[in-house]
């Protein structure tokens, strides 16, 4: 059985909006990829060769579903990402272009249950803000990753809304 792991880039002041690639409404992005050690890649990477599938919000989907499959090659990661069982949480996005994904329309909380009962690996989830907001609230994550980076960017989506109720979580490394 796998486990659901939330798996995110975080500025200092909390925002975990376009690390990478994608674009940002205010041009910062690529924060987390331009400043990431050589520890940080690794990590990454091995996260990504010990997981069972990614499950994904439609934004990062079709961010990632653009980017992954002509992605360079190095360390194999790309062809990995490829490989993998992707799910896309979607109720607008009809038919997936990137191969081995699936769309869930509906009933979130019994297909994350069965897809982590079918799981060799972890089920990793990256970015896809209202994806994590939805499974945190439905007490289906089994662990959050968080990477921060020392940037602060002012502004951006953050990975825990204003309105959320106290959570209290237990520190198990650093």
């Given at each position: 059985m796998g486990r659901l792991v939330v798996t995110?880039?975080?500025?200092?002041?909390?925002?975990?909006?376009?690390?990478?690639?994608?674009?940002?409404?205010?041009?910062?992005n690529a924060w987390a990829l331009s400043t990431a050690t050589e520890d940080q890649q690794r990590f990454?990477?091995?996260?990504?060769?010990?997981a069972g599938a990614i499950l994904l919000g439609r934004v990062t989907y079709q961010i990632w579903a653009t980017f992954w499959?002509?992605?360079p090659k190095d360390a194999g990661?790309?062809?990995r990402v490829n490989a993998l069982e992707k799910?896309?949480?979607?109720?607008?996005?009809?038919?997936?272009?990137?191969?081995?994904?699936?769309?869930i329309r509906s009933?979130?909380?019994?297909?994350?249950?069965?897809?982590?009962?079918?799981?060799?690996?972890?089920?990793l989830v990256?970015?896809?803000?209202?994806?994590?907001?939805?499974?945190l609230e439905l007490d289906l994550v089994d662990e959050l990753r968080i990477m921060l980076f020392p940037i602060v960017?002012?502004?951006?989506?953050?990975?825990?809304?204003?309105?959320?109720d106290i959570s209290h979580l237990r520190l198990v490394g650093t």
């Open positions: 995110e880039f975080m500025t200092l002041d909390g925002v975990m909006e376009a690390p990478g690639f994608e674009e940002h409404r205010d041009g910062k990454k990477v091995d996260e990504v060769f010990a499959p002509d992605a990661l790309a062809d799910y896309v949480v979607s109720t607008t996005l009809r038919e997936p272009t990137w191969n081995n994904t699936k769309v009933d979130l909380a019994g297909e994350v249950r069965r897809l982590k009962e079918r799981s060799d690996g972890d089920v990256f970015g896809s803000a209202e994806l994590v907001d939805s499974l960017l002012g502004s951006g989506k953050h990975l825990f809304r204003d309105e959320r």
